[in-house]
């Protein structure tokens, strides 16, 4: 049967079960303090005989204080030989749950960060962040006196997963929900299969290919992507190349300078037909420019878009309402790590996300706490007031800081409402990358290496001005280079960078990020940066080092001591 007779009854299933788990957080929330209480007992019983519990006592614990007490606060390098070894088979480590995927994000080093991932969690993650958006766009549809129409999005994600040696695979945790619908994904999206589930390592242009085959499409009603930075810089490859795309769907081609590989772009100018009329209407709206928002005018019936962009990504959703407008709602996703998902919001256009009090239990350790503070539970917590997050997930980490800062912004019944403020030790995040202190001494450390040189100083500017974003490394160096070797050591900083953070090679290749760019510095330049801080009255001996050009005041610094 054709998707689109199809289509409407996916998107009836798929508003009932947003809706419904709406429900179910209602009534979580309603009894979270009961809720986490018993999570918690329930977690420690199931676990005793574990490797872990067995070490750290679990069956000690019959409470929340008891936990408090006697397990103690941990990181990821207490768990990491755990989880190797879980990858190659072994069970009863740090959790007797059903382990079946793994999930993967940027350690501190080059080595990636594997983490465990229980069928419960994974079955949350499912239901709340694949399910959840959809309910919300109900919602949101419902107040206007609506349904929410059938649903065929331009989707920007790239799905892709690995064997373990032990059988289970592994992925990042956004990747899950679409690999287990991957039978019905066709339904509810433009992309054709080759480009939603790529080849491994394929060289192909992305940008491309997704706006290709939605452009095609009048029936697009949603945008979805990971991180809005994807979106923006897509419609800003659409803005430049506009022509290109009319000329490809008035003709049914695919324009020879786009790069993929030749077996691929058989299988997709198979899908392809001539589109005059359509490419007429696209060329018309096109050629009255982009200063009026170009999403609602080339596809009337698209309603709400996803995608992370708070934070550091927020300057990103600001720039995209230039094509989607000022009126189209955006779900934000929510808040998760590699971990887990911990919150989601419950409303369009929220920057508050409620805390799931049934994927984990939540602890909240005040900001500048002396050591051997008791971190607070969620009843406990002051609205405005900013947290370490501490997570016990259900999948064997227990008490884990994840080094993110929240902040309380209300409460959801007893649930608490959060944002994400920033990452402890964090330096730089243009697209999710997030590259902390220890990774970013060790990446640059690795360079310099390479290129045998000796550098005074060194800095990198996140210039989010661009689209896509990228990355700008100023160094001061002990040798004198000429501008042409900028080039170089662009390339060999680009290099070190990828294989530094796991997450930066994808997104450059995703185009969510851009190329990244050294720039090399006036001999004596910090020497004259501290000079002009003890001028402003800073104690020098105090004065640390700059990592990261975060202010107005240092980018005109260091940009006007550039060597030109």
Avoid at 76 to 91: C, I, L, P, S, T
Wanted: hydrophobic share 35%; charged share 25%.
């Amino acid at each position: 049967m054709s998707t689109k007779f199809l289509r409407p009854l996916f998107t009836l299933i798929g508003a009932g079960l947003g809706v419904s788990e709406h429900i179910k957080l209602y009534f979580y929330s309603v009894n979270a303090n009961k809720k986490q209480e018993k999570l918690l007992k329930k977690l420690m019983r199931q676990n005793k005989s574990t490797l872990y519990g067995k070490e750290k006592g679990f069956e000690k614990v019959k409470s929340v204080e008891d936990y408090q007490q006697f397990i103690p606060l941990s990181k990821y390098e207490d768990y990491e030989d755990y989880v190797w070894r879980m990858a190659n088979g072994e069970k009863g480590l740090i959790t007797n749950r059903w382990i079946r995927r793994f999930t993967e994000s940027s350690g501190s080093t080059g080595r990636s960060k594997l983490v465990p991932l229980s069928g419960s969690a994974e079955w949350n993650c499912q239901c709340f962040s694949f399910s959840a958006p959809v309910g919300c766009a109900v919602k949101y549809f419902k107040r206007k006196g609506k349904f929410l129409p059938p649903q065929r999005g331009m989707l920007t994600a790239e799905i892709s997963a690995r064997k373990l040696p032990g059988g289970a695979t592994v992925s990042c945790l956004s990747s899950i929900p679409l690999l287990n619908l991957k039978p019905i994904v066709r339904f509810f999206t433009s992309s054709p299969m080759e480009v939603m589930f790529p080849e491994n390592d394929v060289d192909m242009n992305m940008h491309y290919v997704k706006l290709r085959f939605a452009l095609q499409d009048e029936d697009i009603s949603y945008l979805g992507t990971i991180f809005i930075t994807t979106l923006e810089s897509m419609f800003f490859y659409l803005e430049n190349n506009w022509e290109m795309f009319c000329k490809d769907i008035e003709t049914g081609t695919i324009d020879e300078s786009i790069v993929m590989p030749e077996h691929i772009r058989k299988k997709l100018l198979k899908k392809l037909k001539p589109q005059p009329k359509r490419a007429a209407f696209l060329r018309g709206e096109f050629e009255k420019g982009f200063d009026d928002p170009i999403i609602p005018r080339i596809w009337k019936n698209c309603g709400w878009l996803y995608g992370m962009g708070t934070g550091a990504l927020s300057h990103y959703a600001a720039r995209l309402r230039r094509y989607i407008g000022p009126e189209m709602p955006i779900h934000y996703l929510g808040y998760a790590a590699t971990e887990a998902l911990m919150a989601v919001p419950v409303e369009l256009d929220s920057f508050e996300y409620v805390i799931l009090p049934h994927n984990g239990f939540f602890e909240f350790l005040p900001l500048d706490a002396p050591e051997g503070t008791r971190p607070l539970t969620i009843s406990e917590l002051k609205v405005g007031e900013e947290y370490e997050l501490i997570l016990t997930n259900l999948s064997g980490f227990y008490r884990y800081r994840i080094e993110d800062v929240v902040k309380v912004t209300g409460y959801y019944h007893q649930s608490p409402k959060i944002t994400f403020c920033y990452r402890l030790n964090q330096i730089a995040n243009i697209s999710g990358e997030k590259i902390n202190q220890l990774a970013f001494d060790e990446i640059v450390g690795n360079f310099a290496e390479e290129m045998k040189e000796l550098f005074v100083g060194y800095s990198i500017y996140p210039d989010r001005t661009t689209s896509p974003g990228h990355y700008v490394l100023f160094i001061e160096t002990k040798n004198q280079h000429s501008k042409e070797e900028e080039k170089l050591y662009s390339e060999k900083f680009e290099e070190a960078l990828c294989k530094g953070n796991v997450s930066v090679g994808p997104l450059i290749k995703s185009g969510a990020l851009g190329h990244c760019e050294v720039r090399f510095l006036k001999p004596g330049t910090y020497d004259d940066y501290r000079q002009m801080l003890k001028e402003n009255g800073a104690n020098l001996n105090q004065i640390k080092p700059v990592k990261v050009i975060n202010s107005e005041e240092r980018k005109d610094f260091f940009f006007s001591h550039v060597i030109e």
